[in-house]
């Protein structure tokens, strides 16, 4: 069987253009005993993704040139030589960015669309709910009451931060955005303030939002807003670092906060996460955002973009920030 694979052609000097990527044909092996193949429908496309179009060592292994990215993805099982999957299941894996792949089927997970359609176990019921889930729950260790400041909170991961927090009991929740209209639909999420990023200084508009100051800070930019966040946090505040998409283009070595001292004095804790280390959370995280779906306290956005040849559009466009809520491209 043949399979459309996108492929990274060039490592991107700054920002991605679309001849860092090509499409190429390829023919695929024959399964080998524990493989299954799936035929993609959607697939993600992630801020992480453009750090690992770096050759550089971080905590995933760079893109390789010349061979397909990968990422998550949902599809269905057309061929199976694997006794956990039969041909019609659909799954949930890791090879996006192609039309068809051959899975590992330890590395695949069944999912149910009786439940909730595919590209959800790719935001709300995937990785990216147990990213916001465990940032705030584990990593910031909120507590009830706590005031929540949420950058980059009209994206994926950071509106259901946001949600969840106001389910679980904050007493304020305040987000970032990048343009009037996201502003707007984080109000209509229940965030109790909002703003654009653009429209003046951060620092000066999270201390108006905040007046009280704030006691956990999710990081999904960096930069001018994690330096804000230093400024109006309180004594004791917890900061989850989940992302510095700011910074994920810049070709520079780019400053640290210029404020860092100020963490001493209050005795901020500052931990970056990956949410692979938080796996253990899963069932907790997946019955609480059943639950939280079911009645409404947590809604979902999602971008859609038409067309696996247009996923390099998407994955551009995402840095952008041209979406609201997950970024899927389906296929």
Same mark, same amino acid.
Request: with cysteine; hydrophobic share 40%.
């Given at each position: 069987?043949?399979?459309?694979?996108?492929?990274?052609?060039?490592?991107?000097?700054?920002?991605?253009?679309?001849?860092?990527?090509?499409?190429?044909?390829?023919?695929?092996?024959?399964?080998?005993?524990?493989?299954?193949?799936?035929?993609?429908?959607?697939?993600?496309?992630?801020?992480?993704?453009?750090?690992?179009?770096?050759?550089?060592?971080?905590?995933?292994?760079?893109?390789?040139?010349?061979?397909?990215?990968?990422?998550?993805?949902?599809?269905?099982?057309?061929?199976?030589?694997?006794?956990?999957?039969?041909?019609?299941?659909?799954?949930?894996?890791?090879?996006?960015?192609? @039309?068809?792949?051959? !899975?590992?089927?330890?590395?695949?997970?069944?999912?149910? &669309?009786?439940? #909730?359609? $595919? +590209? %959800?176990?790719?935001?709300?019921?995937?990785?990216?709910?147990?990213?916001?889930?465990?940032?705030?729950?584990?990593?910031?260790?909120?507590?009830?009451?706590?005031?929540?400041?949420?950058?980059?909170?009209?994206?994926?991961?950071?509106?259901?931060?946001?949600?969840?927090?106001?389910?679980?009991?904050?007493?304020?929740?305040?987000?970032?955005?990048?343009?009037?209209?996201?502003?707007?639909?984080?109000?209509?999420?229940?965030?109790?303030?909002?703003?654009?990023?653009?429209?003046?200084?951060?620092?000066?508009?999270?201390?108006?939002?905040?007046? @009280?100051?704030?006691? !956990?800070?999710?990081?999904?930019?960096?930069?001018?807003? &994690?330096?804000? #966040?230093? $400024? +109006? %946090?309180?004594?004791?505040?917890?900061?989850?670092?989940?992302?510095?998409?700011?910074?994920?283009?810049?070709?520079?070595?780019?400053?640290?906060?210029?404020?860092?001292?100020?963490?001493?004095?209050?005795?901020?804790?500052?931990?970056?996460?990956?949410?692979?280390?938080?796996?253990?959370?899963?069932?907790?995280?997946?019955?609480?955002?059943?639950?939280?779906?079911?009645?409404?306290?947590?809604?979902?956005?999602?971008?859609?973009?038409?067309?696996?040849?247009?996923?390099?559009?998407?994955?551009?466009?995402?840095?952008?920030?041209?979406?609201?809520?997950?970024?899927? !491209?389906?296929?």
């Amino acid at each position: 069987m043949q399979a459309t694979e996108i492929h990274l052609a060039s490592r991107p000097e700054g920002e991605p253009v679309p001849d860092n990527f090509r499409t190429v044909t390829t023919e695929l092996p024959a399964l080998e005993d524990g493989q299954i193949l799936v035929r993609n429908t959607v697939m993600s496309v992630d801020p992480y993704m453009r750090g690992r179009m770096n050759d550089v060592k971080s905590y995933v292994p760079p893109f390789q040139l010349d061979a397909p990215l990968d990422g998550g993805a949902v599809g269905e099982v057309v061929e199976t030589r694997s006794d956990a999957f039969v041909v019609g299941d659909a799954v949930s894996h890791g090879k996006g960015w192609r @039309d068809v792949a051959i !899975v590992d089927a330890s590395s695949a997970k069944k999912i149910d &669309l009786d439940k #909730a359609k $595919a +590209s %959800a176990y790719l935001g709300a019921l995937g990785l990216t709910g147990l990213t916001a889930y465990a940032g705030l729950t584990a990593v910031a260790q909120f507590k009830e009451g706590d005031t929540v400041f949420v950058s980059g909170a009209a994206g994926a991961v950071g509106s259901l931060v946001g949600q969840i927090a106001k389910a679980l009991g904050a007493g304020r929740v305040i987000g970032s955005a990048g343009s009037p209209e996201k502003v707007r639909r984080l109000q209509e999420l229940g965030f109790d303030a909002a703003f654009d990023y653009h429209d003046g200084s951060v620092k000066e508009q999270l201390a108006q939002a905040a007046p @009280d100051g704030i006691d !956990v800070y999710f990081d999904n930019v960096g930069g001018d807003h &994690l330096e804000a #966040a230093i $400024a +109006s %946090a309180n004594t004791y505040a917890r900061f989850a670092l989940c992302g510095a998409i700011s910074q994920y283009n810049a070709t520079e070595p780019t400053p640290a906060p210029r404020n860092l001292a100020l963490a001493i004095g209050k005795e901020l804790t500052l931990k970056g996460f990956i949410v692979g280390s938080y796996r253990q959370l899963s069932g907790e995280f997946a019955e609480k955002m059943a639950t939280w779906l079911a009645d409404g306290s947590v809604q979902w956005d999602e971008t859609v973009v038409d067309g696996l040849e247009n996923a390099p559009k998407a994955f551009i466009g995402l840095l952008r920030g041209e979406n609201t809520g997950k970024m899927v !491209v389906t296929i």
